[in-house]
């Protein structure tokens, strides 16, 4: 028989890797899944303020080019233009290394809603960051966050252990809060560390025997999820349709959302986030720091969206970055933190194929604070016309304490 001693003894091989403490499990971890399809929403936040000028280029806009001679992005069929960008509606284009999304733009499943932001005017990354997690800007004292508030307010909320999930270490503060959430690692990581179903089955006995009712539930729960996840064997997954992952952290994390999503365990909400978007240094244009990070993370997109198939009609992936850069390089060829920004939507059905909300423009006179893209359109929009039209939340007044969404600014991303 193993004993408790052998076990913590052997503690490095018998772990449960949920995330990661006994109490963060009691507090997330529910019973396992359920098989019914639902409605989808996948967060994808990239941390340290992307430039969207760059992202989804004015290419229109003369001020853009007289802002940035060492960095803008050479205008579509531009004379001799290297890699210029890619021509959306005449005005805006795609950055070249977002050319993986352009068919899924043009099949009208890709919207970008441009000047979009927080209307607080802080430019501090940790600040924003939480400001825009919270759902609260301006306000530090917020408990929880907004994705975990949507989970509490969701109309068919489900027992399941994963209706909320981070793919990162540790919960992000959007899913902190009352509604089970789960930060998940490798998901074939997800169960007895080195364990043998022999030694599996004697820790699950041993816990079971534990004196401690809420240990005794908390190991309960957990035993159910990593059955959950092995009864559909995620560890064997192929990718749908040629899906080609980037071998990237980024690439790994949207490849595990997707077999959760068709997996049917029960999700609802989906997080993940991208580093490195903090560019005051040598930018670059076409090519360069930006363009390196947008391959990784356009092509991790594409083969998510060609992944999930006929699933993506249950599916809205959004992308946010706490806020956008300065109109004006800088002398060190980048540029610093600045308001405005750009937000991609992907779906089945959105209304995709435009580029959506109202552009300020660039010229002097039209800045924010004489520097930044001014936000036309406050984030707490976008994310209430999501949670009401896609995952079919009527009231939205407890997503955003202290904010009226109003449907007359939603911008039309959903009918």
């Not at 990354?125 to 919270?134: C, I, L, Y």
């Not at 068919?156 to 793919?167: I, L």
């Not at 198939?309 to 004006?328: I, Y």
Request: aromatic residues 8%; charged residues 20%; hydrophobic residues 40%.
């Amino acid at each position: 028989m193993v004993t408790r001693r052998a076990f913590i003894r052997n503690g490095a091989v018998a772990l449960v890797t949920l995330g990661f403490a006994p109490r963060f499990l009691a507090r997330t971890v529910g019973a396992s899944g359920n098989s019914a399809r639902r409605k989808v929403l996948i967060a994808i936040f990239q941390r340290g303020a992307v430039d969207g000028l760059n992202v989804v280029v004015p290419h229109g806009e003369a001020a853009y080019y007289a802002a940035r001679p060492g960095i803008a992005v050479p205008r579509p069929h531009a004379a001799g233009g290297a890699d210029p960008a890619v021509d959306l509606d005449g005005f805006f284009g795609f950055h070249p290394r977002l050319s993986p999304l352009e068919s899924i733009y043009r099949r009208g499943q890709l919207a970008v809603v441009h000047a979009c932001g927080s209307p607080d005017p802080t430019r501090s990354h940790f600040d924003a960051q939480d400001f825009m997690e919270s759902g609260t800007p301006g306000t530090k004292s917020t408990g929880d966050g907004w994705l975990n508030r949507v989970l509490q307010s969701a109309p068919d909320r489900t027992d399941s252990a994963f209706r909320g999930v981070a793919v990162s270490p540790q919960l992000p503060r959007a899913l902190l809060g009352r509604a089970p959430a789960l930060a998940l690692g490798p998901i074939a990581q997800f169960g007895i560390r080195g364990g043998s179903p022999s030694l599996a089955a004697a820790f699950e006995q041993e816990y079971a025997g534990i004196s401690d009712p809420r240990l005794q539930a908390t190991s309960r729960e957990t035993f159910d999820a990593v059955r959950t996840l092995k009864a559909v064997n995620l560890q064997n997954y192929q990718p749908a349709a040629g899906a080609d992952y980037p071998r990237s952290p980024f690439g790994n994390a949207l490849r595990e959302i997707a077999q959760l999503v068709k997996a049917d365990v029960g999700l609802q909400v989906a997080f993940a986030d991208v580093g490195g978007w903090d560019t005051h240094v040598n930018q670059g244009a076409s090519a360069g720091q930006l363009a390196n990070r947008l391959d990784d993370f356009a092509k991790g997109l594409a083969a998510l969206a060609t992944d999930l198939d006929d699933r993506l009609g249950d599916v809205v992936v959004l992308t946010m970055s706490e806020f956008g850069r300065t109109v004006r390089q800088n002398g060190n060829a980048g540029t610093d933190h600045g308001h405005g920004n750009a937000m991609l939507v992907i779906g089945g059905n959105i209304n995709g194929g435009r580029v959506l909300g109202r552009w300020p423009g660039l010229r002097p006179d039209q800045l924010y604070e004489g520097r930044d893209l001014a936000v036309t359109t406050d984030f707490r929009d976008v994310f209430g016309e999501i949670a009401e039209r896609h995952l079919g939340i009527a009231d939205t007044a407890t997503i955003f304490p202290g904010y009226q969404v109003s449907r007359a600014r939603f911008t039309g991303l959903l009918g």
